[in-house]
């Protein structure tokens, strides 16, 4: 697709994500731009967040603008969530941003990402253990995402008390994982994942 570089980029449903980065950083300036991705969109795998980040990060380079990891994880989350309106968190960005093992802390008003300083022979136990299935199956209006939406919406205080839960497994988790104990780890990983699909089918 081609397009004038004085022209406000149409958001109609063909490269959305791109556009909408290039209107909020404005260039003024042409540029060829090609992407690839083995990931195809919907797979719930944060595609798009880690495109928006790409796309950000390479027009501040061609553009000779510097902005923080911090800041550029806050505009593609603004980007998707406010210029795009998806139903989405800000684990996606966060993690294209910083890489790596992380602990990401969220709060109303600020996210702040704490590298974890794992030991060399954990990091490849868990890459030679870990298997990433493609199943050819998309999201749809009905994933976990909209799903607690709609909970939060009906069941404010219960769905607060879950992600409570969840909250306490994420420490538990992030513990084993620096004291190097991968069976505990794969446990409490177990469960939440199960939890969370449990919740998701029964709406619950």
């Known amino acids: 697709v081609k397009y004038n570089t004085k022209d406000y980029l149409p958001l109609d449903g063909t490269l959305d994500l791109i556009k909408a980065v290039v209107n909020r950083l404005t260039p003024g300036k042409g540029f060829t731009l090609i992407i690839e991705c083995d990931a195809p969109p919907g797979t719930g795998m944060g595609s798009s967040g880690t495109v928006t ?11 000779e603008k ?30 294209a941003v910083f890489g790596g093992f992380n602990l990401i802390e969220y709060s109303k008003h600020m996210t ?55 909250k306490d ?15 505990s780890f794969i446990e409490l990983f177990r469960i939440a994942g199960e939890s969370k699909i449990k919740r998701s089918l029964l709406g619950a």
Do not use: W
């Not at 990891?69 to 406010?82: F, L, S, T, V, W």
């Open 169 to 183: 497994l994420a420490y538990r988790m992030k513990n084993k994982l620096l004291l190097g104990d991968l069976n």
């Open 112 to 166: 702040l990402v704490t590298p974890l300083r794992l030991r060399n022979e954990t990091i490849n136990e868990l890459e030679s253990n870990l298997v990433l299935c493609f199943l050819h199956q998309g999201r749809t209006l009905e994933d976990p995402v909209n799903i607690e939406v709609e909970q939060y919406q009906k069941d404010k205080d219960g769905l607060i008390k879950v992600f409570l839960e969840y």
């Open 53 to 63: 980040v790409l796309v950000i990060g390479m027009l501040l380079e061609y553009l």
């Open 66 to 95: 510097h902005l923080s990891p911090y800041e550029i994880a806050d505009m593609a989350y603004e980007i998707e969530k406010n210029d795009l309106g998806i139903v989405v968190g800000r684990q996606d960005q966060y993690a």
